[in-house]
T-cell receptor
């Protein structure tokens, strides 16, 4: 069964600094996708970035980058130049790529607080 | 705008009063799913659908029903709500398939906060 572990319940970062949110995963399936979602206090789930298990390069989307280390089964999210609006819960998630039901399996999340 | 729309966003109801949370997507996605989010338990899948008239149970289906009569709609039905169904509910959709482009990214609705008294 798949499992996502986020070991940091809460993180603080100074505005304009970079921050890394940790995520490790466990699956025996070779074909999967890794995702990060942001959940602000308003509650919606906002997709940030995606990394496929066969992708050779780390994914980047603006200020977000994913540090993918397949051998270590880690998929850490790096946010550069933090902004006050980055304060939110961040969820790492995994989805297998097959033809059956492919639910998104979530970690417990990390609450990021950006300090001015 | 490509989106998943859920209604109502907020609802307070009483035990036993049937309710339906609607979900509609405009992206022609085959796959749709309902999740509930509870403190300390994270997000858990309730039901999913891989196409019209094809639905199946997720991890926590008890007390819920769904239907998929049209590709764009996937309502969640609580026939007799109980207080343990108080939660934040999310509908999500995506394409199916094994592409490597991230095309199976799940797009979430804004969430429906349900309180059952």
């Amino acid at each position: 069964a798949q499992k996502i572990t986020q070991t940091q319940p809460g993180m603080f970062v100074q505005e304009k600094e970079a921050v890394t949110l940790d995520c490790t995963y466990d699956t025996s399936d070779p074909s999967y996708g890794l995702f990060w979602y942001k959940q602000p206090s308003s509650g919606e789930m906002i997709f940030l970035i995606y990394q496929g298990s066969y992708d050779q390069q780390n994914a980047t989307e603006g200020r977000y980058s994913l540090n993918f280390q397949k051998a270590r089964k880690s998929a850490n999210l790096v946010i550069s130049a933090s902004q006050l609006g980055d304060s939110a819960m961040y969820f790492c998630a995994m989805r297998l790529r097959n033809s059956g039901n492919t639910p998104l399996v979530f970690g417990k999340g990390t609450r990021l607080s950006v300090i001015a | 705008e490509a989106q998943v729309t859920q209604n109502p966003r907020y609802l307070i109801t009483v035990t036993g009063k049937k309710l339906t949370v609607t979900c509609s997507q405009n992206m022609n996605h085959e796959y749709m799913s309902w999740y509930r989010q509870d403190p300390g338990l994270g997000l858990r899948q309730i039901y999913y659908s891989m196409n019209v008239e094809v639905t199946d149970k997720g991890d926590v289906p008890e007390g819920y029903k769904v239907s998929r009569k049209e590709k764009r709609n996937f309502p969640l039905i609580l026939e007799s709500p109980s207080p343990n169904q108080t939660s934040l509910y999310f509908c999500a959709s995506s394409f199916l398939g094994q592409g490597y482009s991230g095309a199976n990214v799940l797009t979430f609705g804004a969430g429906s906060r349900l309180t059952v008294l």
